[in-house]
């Protein structure tokens, strides 16, 4: 074992989170928190490994799901490709791997939303493979201790980082180290205000001696996010309202919404009642308008929403007025159907 693996499992035994997901070998249980936590804090994706893990206790049972179920479980932690490809992959190894999650590093990473960090992850932890993990965390911990500034997201620096990842890898002890190296990352190599002073990797960190912590690691690409304007058209007639299941390759599919107008700009209220959009929407049916929200902001990983809900009040059935995509339910059905965050924090406004 080398000096740099002995350190951080032996900080890891002394400072380890006690998680549910490291107390099982069950590589379905792991396969499943680590899906959740891509994108996702542990203190947020807790709750919904444990909603999962009890809801479907199996790979089979979420195979047999409806997929409404799993968008609905999967509610507010955003990322909804995640839970897609869960669904998916689950009903993969269901039907041709007679539910037996694959053990082999190349199989699992053949997998529907699995990438090389989740099929390491699963193969060392669930099968004590040799396969180094190589994640945010790591890339951050290892620019650092060994002053790498090569850019961590481009192709020479997932080369390089992984390769230093899998050379310091202690293969005969594997789940430990990968799970050792995340957690000091998560925890002790900290993006911002890392603890330097009491770091048992400090006599060894090039970051920490050139005073380069606040630096490294470094990233060259800058994220090109685009600004959306939503106008959402809240129907209502006689407790009825129309909802509009998502589809495409757009944002949030599989997932409800209301009619909704998108325009390229924002519209004041008498711009927007004027639009062509709205009046081709709305035609000539009577309504009235009952309420017009704030502006909702929403921000995801490469866009930002600002939405704006127009509550209507029509006098004829809404049937007459949507389209073939929207279906009308009961207003106080709605929470029965899975839907965006921008969406449930509009109705919990309410």
Known sequence: ???FSKKIISWFHTNKRDLPWRNTKDAYLIWLSEIILQQTRVDQGMSYYLKFAKTFPTVKHLAKADNDEVMKLWQGLGYYSRARNL???SKIISQKYKGKFPSEYSEILALKGVGE????????????????????NVFRL??????????????????EFTSLANELLDKKNAAAH???????????CKPVSPYCGVCPLNTMCVAYEKKLVSVLPVKEKKTKVRNRYFNYVVLNYKGTTAINKRTGKDIWTNLYDFPLIETKKEFSEEEFLGSKEWKSFIEKNKYSIKSVSKVYKHILSHQ?????????????????????????????DIHQYAVPRLIENYLEGK
């Open 304 to 332: 930002k929403i600002y939405a704006r809900f127009w509550e209507i009040v029509c006098t004829i059935p809404l049937e007459k007025i949507i389209g073939d995509t929207a279906i009308v339910i009961k207003q106080k």
């Open 142 to 159: 290892l620019s650092r201790v060994f002053g790498i500034e090569t850019p961590i997201d481009s192709s020479q620096g997932k080369k």
């Open 178 to 188: 990968n799970q050792a190296i995340m957690e000091f990352g998560a925890m002790q």
């Open 87 to 89: 669904h998916t992959t």
């Open 1 to 3: 074992m080398n000096l």
């Open 117 to 136: 960090y989740t099929a390491a992850a699963i193969a060392s932890f669930a099968f004590d493979k040799p396969h180094a993990v190589v994640d945010g």
